[in-house]
């Protein structure tokens, strides 16, 4: 069975302080990983699409990196701005008119 | 422009209303889907519109009615809900379904309470 699996649940950083996030997969054939960002009651924002082991993806503070068993967004210098919850979810060649969501990190950025 | 559009954006209904959500797209997009997310769950998949024709039903309750009336547009027909229903509503677009690495855009939910 397609899984995934985000760690951690939540994480409070403070304003300026990296991290990574954590997405690790099991799939029967990856099509696709994706990236999403979720404000509070609003729907996700689309972040990045990776397609194989050893792409990398960028976008201002955000950088997310992909191999055959997991996929990292790291946040460098983070802002209160970033704060909000990062799903990952990915395609796999069986069943690939559907995405397999992760539980989501929860990120919070204090000032 | 990535943007999927959906009305309404709030929504409150008692469990003997018929209501319906919305959503547009002119990206071109020939998949559409409806998705229901309760809080700090990810979404949760309910039906896949493809070339306009059902092509995937999670087993959804049949108080719950998708219809495409053409290719940019999604309809959710709401009837006799329960209070469990209550949950964040969200369309997504995307060019094809089930196309390697294919993007999916999301809207941005009606939130819908039943009463």
């Known amino acids: 069975e397609d899984q995934v699996t985000q760690s951690p649940e939540a994480l409070r950083l403070q304003e300026g302080e990296s991290s990574s996030l954590n997405c690790s997969y099991t799939v029967s054939g990856l099509r696709g990983l994706f990236w999403y960002r979720q404000d509070p009651g609003k729907g996700p924002e689309f972040l990045f699409t990776l397609y194989s082991a050893g792409e990398e993806k960028e976008k201002e503070r955000l950088k997310a990196t992909l191999t055959k068993k997991e996929s990292f967004l790291h946040i460098t210098a983070p802002k209160p701005e970033d704060s909000a919850t990062y799903l990952c979810a990915v395609q796999a060649r069986q069943g690939a008119q559907k995405l397999v969501f992760g539980q989501g990190t929860r990120l919070t950025i204090n000032p | 422009d990535t943007e999927v559009t959906q009305t309404p954006k709030h929504l409150v209904m008692g469990m003997t209303n018929k209501k319906s959500l919305k959503c547009e797209q002119h990206?071109?997009?020939?998949?559409m889907y409806w998705y229901k997310q309760k809080a700090k769950k990810p979404p949760e998949l309910m039906f896949v519109y493809s070339y306009e024709k059902l092509s995937i039903n999670e087993s959804v309750p049949s108080r719950f009615s998708p219809e495409c009336p053409n290719s940019s547009l999604l309809n959710l027909h709401l009837h006799a809900l329960q209070p469990e229903d209550s949950a964040l509503y969200l369309c997504?677009?995307?060019?094809?379904?089930?196309?390697?690495?294919?993007?999916?855009?999301f809207g941005p939910g009606t939130r819908l309470t039943v009463l």
């Open positions: 997504a677009s995307s060019l094809t379904s089930g196309g390697a690495g294919d993007t999916q855009y």
């Open positions: 990206m071109g997009h020939r998949a």
